[in-house]
């Protein structure tokens, strides 16, 4: 390498060897200008040592800079040899308690799922083997470069902050205890000169902008005229683009236009030309050209060298305090110092200020050396990491707008410091409490995405490449504001309460912003030409989802805030209904004497959004009153007064209509982009803030309106009003319109609002709502996850939704659910539900989707018909509502909702003269369950003072009023009891009828008055008693005939024995060994036994268990039992054989089943004798195919059987098998069996 640089060179490298550090250190001590004298060393040796050709030479350059440069700041920072001056002040150092490794990328990280404060707070691999948290659970990440270990930080960790290694240093350690008492005075004056100077001059040189010329303190007279062409690295040009570039630009090979590009990638720049300022100008000219056809240009400067080469050791120098500082705490304290302290312009003039507002102009390496040392002196002294707080907060917006329009990713932002400043619990208060932070963050990211239409809500319609590049960036601050809110306050100031409110006003204003926006139109006639823009508005929504949680959790902490914050978020929901009039006209709607005042609007012809987060945030609220008890304490602070019903459940009522017309097929024409949005609206991921708390907002609507009105405004919304207001409509209806498709789509909108009926009535798991607490929610969840099938960890856990922390609840709860099956020798380990929590099911699980909803049921009925249950599926008994939603009960028993029923139930039983399903059936009955089960809850709970309001029994005992004069319900379910064409919903009707009767005697036994009887009802009582009668009649009948058919069969039993009376003598001649044998059967006496023939006795059969050797479930062989079947092996075979040189012509033709008399060729099959079930042996089977299928190249020599002539190895023993044989009864069981059955159905 030396051969190849100038003599010059080598010279110069002599002269530099003979340099004294000792000798330079004595100068500047007894230097009046010390920044004059370093000043001028470096001017003079830095272009020396850097920089002296096309290519680095780091090894040497680094052992020059050493000796010649950093020795001498060394000597003169300890004020002798620093290989004694060092070990000195490490061993009069305290070590600290703080870890502050700093991870490299790919390193591995672990964090605490118990103790950790938030997913944020990590430990090293060392700090986590020698801490507690080994014994937890624990969750293990790669880094991504850039963090640092949190050992030794109480705040990051609930328990256990400190490791083994850290722990013993916190015996001594005092609170406060200023580390500089530990340095003599002469140290730290020195200290702080060299530091002063030499952190001044890196960041001078770091952030100089001049490409030609150097400050004038660092300008030497025999100046070069050698330059270099510097590439910088951009996250917008692709490696091809550049090493194309590189290859016609610098005319350098593709090998070093590759390792030119890889440099420029990892470190931020490098050099591609080296030479005068002409030469390397016209490489600069093609790179500009070459990149600037389709977008912005690669950025290029011709530099001197001597600037390139003062910018190299600019980020030696950071490099080398952060090594220096890790000797004694208190050389990190004088860094820290000069580091902060302001300088002569004022605001923004300290140095730290300085580098973060030139971030977006530095490289990439330039970026990593200083973040580093920021992150090991800064962040790792706690007095100064406040200060450093105060300064990021003041300079955030700044900050994240210069991160916003640079292209590097975030972790080479100063912006990414965000997360080791603003998880710390006392900073995050702090800073919001004096800087106002949450208001600051929020405004900032407003006043990126600036473009709205004319109501002011965001738009992301029409936006360009560029919007979007910067609103995939702007999203980062979003997570800022989590971080700040991710650890909840335990005491209230009232500072913090004011400023609290303040960012919680920039949050309403945010959301403001958001209601409503993206509002769509049916489209009729045509299809949509082009899909509408509709990610941006979901990536937004699923961003800010645990943030609205997040501010949800802070406000149900102190009950001043909680009403604030109600009272702000009600005035801001009016402010919307302000300007979404629509031109809606005022329509009175009148059902069984009740009427309502309202708009007219039809979802299907009108604008209507999904995005509604101020409802929402309301809603959820609203449930923390309840849950707070706030709205019990505080009832004349609350505008409860103010509230309008009818405007609270307005849109989000529209949204569900919405969701209900897409299902029935209405809106097909407006294509997939609708469709995303409402599986997404539906999606774990977004529907706690969405469509969970759309339900909660009709619920509290519901729980403040008469329910007639509400029933009659759902109507009008789903536009099934004039079906059920006018006598006989639905007959006309399906006389009049043949249009199959409109049928269609009223009847889904007819069952899609029965199941919202539902859903307001019967999802009352959330605290608050109901009383319940968050585990019953959890346990809910799993429960109905668990009813579709069984489900192994990592598949429930994605089912489930997670909190801010990444966290589901699950295993807290999931062993009192579920039972855990352990994997065989293939498969997965699954989860079962328990038996005991099957009756919790709920087949309108409001978060089933309808194929779930649809596997459930049918996994429930076969559960059911296996435990030989009948296969009603009723509805749980639910945990009673909180007292600010109870009324919401009496949905059940309004006037209007028993119009309902009885309209469907009359289509029912009137089935060939209405358009109706049975979907629509199975839902009222479901209602009609939900208020036995409730009205019977209320009896049961019922006390002396209180009389029972809930009387659904007597209600639906009650039949239609006049003109119609209708059956009562109860009289129609009776009658749809023997529908021939409803047998799928027999049991559950059963189930009704039953639970009525149970309801009649406990009101009739207790001093609650009894059911009224009308004439209807003694009626009803005697086509009943008719019913009873003729159903007994028929059994009788039957019965007679049955013993009619045993008698002839009995008589020719005797006949037979008559005339075979030789044969039975035999028989009863029969040796003792014959009849001890026979004896063992104690059911069957001698003389019965019969031999042959259709009458032949039945034999007791022996029970036989076997166990599955894949899943190890055990079950009895019956015909009704899953299918088991044996490993085996069939093949040729000519052991009997008797004519071996036999040779079979046409092997494809040989039935293998028909033996020749010669014997020449048989079939033998073998077992192992190991029992499978056959849809187990079939998975295992196909993975075996599979696997063979994935190996490129079979190595026949290690593998024992031929995948493609069936073959396979028995799970367990690993004997060879090519087929499988079923597992059977007897022949004799399945015959009596069949004979029984034929006879049954043949007399039954």
């Known amino acids: 390498m030396a051969s190849e640089l100038e003599p010059e060179v080598q010279a110069i490298d002599r002269s530099l060897l003979e340099c004294s550090a000792e000798e330079t250190a004595g100068k500047w001590l007894q230097a009046t200008d010390l920044t004059r004298e370093v000043y001028q060393h470096l001017a003079h040796y830095v272009p020396k040592i850097y920089c002296r050709g096309p290519n680095p030479f780091p090894q040497k350059e680094d052992m020059l800079a050493q000796h010649v440069l950093l020795g001498p700041m060394e000597w003169y920072l300890c004020g002798e040899d620093p290989a004694f001056g060092f070990p000195k002040l490490e061993q009069a150092n305290k070590p600290s308690h703080l870890c502050g490794r700093v991870f490299k990328v790919g390193e591995p990280t672990y964090s605490c799922r118990d103790c950790a404060v938030d997913p944020t707070c990590v430990l090293c691999m060392e700090c986590f083997l020698g801490s507690i948290h080994r014994d937890h659970r624990y969750r293990m990440t790669t880094s991504g470069g850039g963090g640092f270990c949190d050992c030794g930080d109480t705040e990051a960790w609930k328990e256990g902050p400190y490791c083994q290694k850290h722990e013993l240093n916190t015996s001594e350690i005092e609170e406060e205890e200023d580390p500089l008492v530990h340095l003599s005075e002469d140290v730290i004056a020195r200290t702080y000169n060299i530091f002063a100077i030499m952190f001044r001059y890196a960041v001078e040189i770091l952030t100089w902008e001049k490409e030609s010329e150097l400050p004038a303190d660092l300008e030497i007279i025999e100046k070069r005229d050698t330059y270099y062409c510097m590439l910088f690295n951009d996250e917008v040009h692709t490696y091809e683009q550049v090493i194309y570039t590189l290859q016609k630009a610098v005319n350098c090979t593709q090998k070093e236009a590759i390792g030119f590009a890889t440099t420029v990638d990892r470190d ?118 406040k200060l450093f707080a105060v300064r990021f907060a003041k300079n955030y917006e700044r900050l994240q707008s210069d991160y916003v329009t640079d292209d590097h990713d975030r972790e080479f932002s100063i912006a990414d410091l965000s997360v080791q400043i603003f998880t710390v619990p006392s900073l995050a208060r702090m800073l919001i409490t004096e800087e106002n932070l949450m208001t600051i963050i929020i405004k900032t990211f407003m006043d990126h995405l600036r473009h709205r ?38 005491e209230w100031s009232d500072d913090l309460r004011q400023k609290f409110l303040e960012g919680f006003d920039a949050f309403l204003e945010l959301l ?84 309502v005042e309202t708009i007219r609007y039809c979802v299907s012809q009108e604008k209507v959004s999904i995005h509604l987060p101020v409802s929402r945030l309301l809603a959820g609220l609203h449930v923390l009153l309840s849950k707070s008890e706030v709205a019990y304490k505080f009832p004349e602070l609350l505008p409860l007064s103010e509230l309008s019903p009818p405007m609270l459940i307005e849109h989000p009522l529209r949204c569900l209509v919405l969701c209900a017309q897409v299902h029935a097929g209405m809106w097909r024409r407006n294509g997939f982009s609708l469709v995303n949005q409402i599986y997404y609206y539906h999606n774990v991921k977004c529907r706690r803030e969405m469509f969970d708390k759309d339900i909660v907002m009709l619920q509290t609507g519901v729980s403040m309106m008469d329910p007639n009105h509400f029933l009659m405004i759902m109507l009008s919304r789903f536009e099934l009003y004039q079906i059920f207001s006018t006598p006989d409509y639905g007959k006309r209806f399906s006389s009049e319109i043949t249009h199959k498709d409109v049928v269609q789509q009223n009847n889904t909108l007819i069952e899609e609002m029965l199941y919202l009926i539902i859903m307001l009535v019967g999802e009352r798991f959330s605290p608050g709502v109901g009383q319940v607490n968050a585990t019953d929610e959890i346990k809910r969840e799993i429960i109905h996850q668990l009813s579709i099938k069984p489900m192994a960890h990592s598949e429930l856990v994605k089912s489930l939704p997670e909190d801010e922390n990444k966290e589901t609840g699950m295993e807290s709860v999931i062993e009192a659910v579920a039972h855990f099956r352990k994997p065989g020798l293939t498969g997965r380990g699954m989860y079962e539900l328990k038996p005991e929590c099957a009756k919790e099911f709920n087949l309108y699980f409001y978060h089933f989707s309808r194929a779930e909803q649809s596997k459930a049921e049918e996994a429930q009925r076969k559960l059911k018909r296996q435990n030989r249950e009948d296969t009603a599926l009723p509805p749980p ?16 028993q309004s006037d209007v909702m028993l119009c309902i029923m009885r309209t469907v139930l009359q289509w029912a039983v009137e089935h060939n003269g209405y358009a109706w399903s049975e979907s629509m059936l199975q839902r009222v009955l479901h209602l009609i369950g939900m208020a036995l089960q409730e009205e019977k809850q209320h009896l049961d709970n019922v006390t002396e003072e209180h009389v029972v ?40 009707i059963r189930w009704i009828l039953k639970t009525f009767n149970a309801i009649k005697k406990i009101r009739e036994s207790s001093s609650a008055s009894p059911v009224a009887e009308t004439e209807g009802t003694i009626m009803e009582e005697s086509s009943r008693d008719k019913d009873k009668a003729e159903r007994k009649r028929k059994a009788e009948i039957a019965r007679l005939r049955r013993e009619k058919i045993m008698a002839q069969m009995s008589e020719m039993q005797r006949h037979f024995i008559d005339e075979n009376k030789e044969l039975f003598q035999q028989t009863l001649e029969l040796d003792a060994s014959t009849s001890a044998v026979l004896d063992n059967s104690p059911m069957v006496s001698d003389t019965a036994l019969t031999a042959l023939g259709p009458a032949q006795t039945q034999v007791p059969e022996q029970r036989q268990f076997v166990t599955c050797i894949l899943c190890q479930e055990e079950q009895e062989v019956k015909v009704e039992s899953k299918a088991m079947v044996l490993a085996a092996f069939v093949q040729r075979s000519t052991v009997l054989s008797k004519n071996r040189s036999k040779f079979i012509q046409d092997p494809e033709k040989y039935d293998p089943l028909f033996m020749h008399p010669d014997l020449s060729c048989g079939t033998h099959t073998g077992s192992c004798g190991h029992i499978m079930h056959a849809h187990c042996w079939q998975r295992y089977f196909d993975s075996v195919q599979a696997k063979e299928q994935r190996r490129q190249q079979r190595l026949r020599l290690h593998t024992s059987y031929d995948v493609e002539n069936g073959e396979f190895l028995c799970p367990l023993c690993e004997c060879l098998s090519n087929t499988v044989i079923p597992l059977l009864l007897p022949p004799r069981n399945i015959f009596n069996r069949y004979c029984f059955f034929k006879e049954f159905r043949k007399y039954g």
């Not at 931020?268 to 300022?277: A, I």
């Not at 919007?467 to 999203?475: D, I, L, P, S, T």
């Not at 008994?877 to 059940?892: D, E, Y």
């Open 453 to 490: 239409d004319a109501h002011g809500r965001f738009q992301f319609e029409r936006y360009t490449a560029l919007q979007a590049f910067k609103f995939r960036r702007v999203q980062s601050l979003i997570l800022d504001l989590k971080y700040v809110l991710i650890s909840k306050p335990t």
């Open 877 to 892: 008994v639910l945990p009673p509502f909180c007292p600010l939603f109870a009324s919401l009960v009496n949905i059940l």
């Open 512 to 595: 403001k912003c958001m209601q409503g926006m993206d509002p769509i139109t049916r489209q009729v006639g045509q299809h949509i030409e082009m899909e509408p823009e509709w990610e941006a508005a979901f990536t937004l929504q699923m961003k800010l989802t645990h943030v609205i949680s997040m501010m949800q959790d802070w406000c149900a902490l102190d009950e001043k805030v909680l009403i604030e914050a109600y009272k702000k978020c009600l005035a801001v929901l009016m402010q919307c209904h302000g300007g979404f009039t629509d031109g809606e006209q005022p329509i009175t709607l009148s059902i069984c004497g009740h009427s």
């Open 949 to 988: 309001t809930f009387s659904f029994t007597q209600k639906i005992s009650k039949p239609g009023e006049a003109p119609n004069n209708s059956p009562s319900i109860l009289a129609m379910l009776e009658t749809l009891q023997n529908a021939p064409y409803l047998d799928v919903h027999k049991d559950m």
């Open 268 to 385: 931020g720049r490098r050099s591609v030309r080296y030479g005068d300022f002409q030469y390397c100008e016209q490489a600069k000219s093609v790179i500009v050209r070459n990149t600037s056809r389709q977008t912005k240009p690669l950025k290029v400067q011709v530099m001197h060298s001597s600037i390139v080469a003062h910018q190299n050791f600019g980020l030696k120098l950071l490099s080398w305090l952060g090594s220096i500082i890790g000797y004694s705490d208190g050389l990190r304290r004088i860094l820290c110092q000069v580091g902060l302290q302001e300088g002569p312009d004022g605001e923004n003039s300290s140095l730290v200020d300085r580098l973060m507002l030139n971030d977006s102009k530095l490289w990439k390496g330039a970026r990593s050396v200083y973040h580093q040392l920021f992150m090991s002196s800064l962040l790792m002294d706690l007095k100064y990491k």
